[in-house]
């Protein structure tokens, strides 16, 4: 896999982040002679209810586009999640 990741991050509030990212891939099968192209984009909107642990609501869109007929596919996801930050 080759990938490119950008990403940008914001805080508005004290307790709420923002997330913005793009990410480009080549997926290199090494069985079948299959090469998929993959682009996402995402964003989330994120509330710290503590210093480790957050609600987040996020948004993607991810556009395959691959030399095998039948894995070519756009989708879009959604979600809301509890998360948690734990550092050693």
Do not use: C
């Not at 923002?18 to 090494?30: E, S, V």
């Not at 556009?63 to 989708?75: H, I, L």
């Amino acid at each position: 896999e080759h990938r490119l990741i950008a990403g940008y991050q914001i805080h508005p509030l004290r307790k709420v982040t923002g997330d913005l990212y793009f990410q480009q891939a080549l997926l290199d099968f090494r069985e079948g002679g299959r090469d998929d192209w993959n682009a996402s984009f995402g964003a989330a909107l994120s509330y710290h209810i503590t210093r480790n642990i957050y609600l987040a609501a996020t948004v993607s869109y991810n556009d395959n586009d691959s030399n095998v007929s039948n894995a070519d596919y756009p989708v879009w996801m959604t979600g809301v999640h509890l998360g948690g930050i734990f550092q050693f």
